[in-house]
């Protein structure tokens, strides 16, 4: 049983808060909205300091770097020493740099930025790419998923995100083709559920998932001015009306 602080309940945070507090541990959550942080039935905090003031672990599951700064460093909390800060947020290699080197020497980092949505977190399947004090934040982290270890797990996420983004930009691609070619479009989705893009399908076709594009623009964004297949996702994410849609949207006639 570990005490732990979980800054952030949005879908993920609330998510993370449920699981890890049916696994016996001592969840605090704090959330800018106390309403969300509440709805978790876990204990709330009114205050980041509140929440991390007795945390052994304290995990950031916000929206963006410049949260997950503010929230650490513009709160008024102070981490105790010996605590493992375990960010789950996706912020990119560059903010978690400026993250890391802003931590006091006796608080232990884990870059842990994590592929899956929300029922995955529910089903501990989550894939968490995790990078630093890893060992220290194990027995935690094992309720919510597979350790996929890693040299600088914020880049590897760019990396995973942009083949995962992209593969959906391709199925939309696919899909127009399809249309053009006069092929009935669920003899297309069934067609293509057997071929190289059928993890993309699986993932577009998703009932459970809640990914927002907008969130999705803005961990492709972190690959920005590579490649024209990388613009090309941007693009048709910018493009989807209702930009809190999961990333289903891409894909969904509907939606469009
Ligand atoms: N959803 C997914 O499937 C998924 C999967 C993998 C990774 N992620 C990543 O996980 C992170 C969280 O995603 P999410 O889906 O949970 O997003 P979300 O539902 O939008 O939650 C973000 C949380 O951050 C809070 N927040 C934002 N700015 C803040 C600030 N300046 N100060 C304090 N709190 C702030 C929000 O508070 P309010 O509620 O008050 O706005 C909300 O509680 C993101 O980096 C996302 O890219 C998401």
């Known amino acids: 049983m570990t005490n732990i602080a979980v800054l952030g309940t949005g879908r993920m945070g609330s998510a993370v808060v449920r699981r890890l507090s049916a696994a016996g541990h001592?969840?605090?959550?704090?959330?800018?909205n106390?309403?969300?942080a509440a709805a978790t039935g876990a204990k709330v905090?009114?205050?980041p300091a509140e929440a991390v003031a007795g945390a052994d672990?304290?995990?950031t599951v916000l929206t963006d770097g410049a949260a997950v700064a503010e929230v650490l460093f513009g709160?008024?909390?102070?981490l105790r020493p010996g605590t493992v800060l375990v960010q789950m947020s996706t912020i990119g290699p560059e903010a978690t740099a400026a993250i890391v080197e802003r931590l006091p020497g006796d608080v232990s980092f884990v870059d842990a930025p994590v592929m899956g949505s929300v029922d995955a977190v529910a089903a501990g399947t989550l894939v968490i790419l995790a990078s630093g004090a890893v060992e220290a934040?194990?027995?935690v982290l094992r309720h919510l998923g597979t350790i996929q270890r890693c040299d600088a797990a914020s880049a590897v996420k760019v990396m995973q995100m942009t083949a995962a983004l992209t593969?959906?930009?391709?199925?939309?691609?696919?899909?127009?083709v399809a249309a053009a070619l006069g092929i009935d479009r669920a003899a297309a989705m069934e067609l293509l559920a057997a071929g190289p893009l059928a993890g993309a399908l699986r993932r577009a076709?998703?009932?459970?998932?809640?990914?927002?594009?907008?969130l999705a623009a803005k961990d492709l964004r972190f690959a920005s001015g590579t490649t024209p297949v990388v613009e090309a996702t941007l693009s048709l994410l910018a493009a989807v009306p209702d930009q809190q849609a999961d990333i289903c949207a891409l894909i969904d006639r509907e939606s469009r």
């Open 167 to 176: 593969a959906i930009g391709a199925l939309h691609d696919t899909l127009e």
């Open 45 to 47: 905090a009114e205050s």
């Open 137 to 139: 934040a194990e027995p």
């Open 34 to 36: 106390p309403a969300r």
């Open 26 to 32: 001592v969840v605090t959550a704090w959330s800018r």
């Open 57 to 59: 672990v304290v995990i």
């Open 75 to 78: 709160s008024g909390a102070t």
């Open 205 to 214: 076709t998703s009932t459970t998932a809640d990914f927002p594009v907008a």
